[in-house]
């Protein structure tokens, strides 16, 4: 049976990613992407699904810039 | 995973984000950051990133990355085990495809960050490896019987390994 389908809007990503980042690591979710571009995250794997959230976002998302 | 270890209701759901469905990610059964409710009470944390590739084959989805873990409790601060697979290393100095387990060595001296912390390296994990470890060796109920989930397993991993990316264990190659 094919998995349900559920839209996500772009602020529903961004809210989901700043409450998961600051909950889990006390950081912001620019932060958080900023540390794992730049390799900097000890752990990626424990904020894995924040990753693929993230992932659900356009490339030229201005949150990717900033980070 | 309604057929095997999900429990009534919490079967993954696939999430779109905002334009083209170029993009998908599979998660939990309400939100996205929810774990999968298992029938023994546990939980799996499935987190699958999905894109659509252009390939001389045709139009494919590819993983992006995958991460599924084993957890006694919603939030996942009691997880047992993780195995994750990025397709693009970037910066991530890791393994592509690694296992992590949450654990203590028996043994003292020989890993200085503990056993939790290294990213053992493996090859590319199917779902359907994860479903069999947890009903085979951590005991988690499927919902049919061996005769009816065997080889609905086999056939699926199967056809996953045939397609499968499948990255060296130095991040990056």
Known sequence: MPPVELEMTRDEIIAALEDGARTRLNLSAVELLRRYRLGDLQDPGCVADLLVLADLLPDDDVIFQAA | ?173
């Open chain 2, 1 to 173: 995973m309604e057929l095997t270890i999900a429990d009534a209701g919490s079967a993954p759901r696939l999430f779109y984000g905002p334009g083209p469905r170029k993009r998908a990610a599979l998660g939990g059964p309400g939100k996205i950051l929810d774990p999968i409710k298992l029938a023994n009470g546990n939980y799996l944390r499935l987190s699958v990133s999905l894109y659509l590739d252009d390939t001389p084959d045709g139009r494919r989805m590819k993983v992006e990355k995958s991460s599924y873990q084993y957890q006694l409790d919603r939030e996942g601060k009691r997880w047992i085990f993780r195995y994750d697979y990025i397709r693009e290393a970037g910066a991530d100095p890791h393994p592509q495809a690694h296992v992590q387990i949450h654990g203590r060595l028996a043994e003292s001296g020989v890993a200085h960050r503990g056993l939790s912390k290294i990213h053992f390296p493996t090859g590319r994990i199917a779902l359907e490896g994860i479903i069999r470890l947890l009903i085979e060796e951590f005991d988690v109920p499927a919902n049919q019987p061996p005769e009816t989930w065997r080889p609905v397993l086999a056939e699926a991993e199967q056809a996953f390994l045939a397609v499968a990316h499948r990255p060296t264990s130095a991040p990056g190659d």
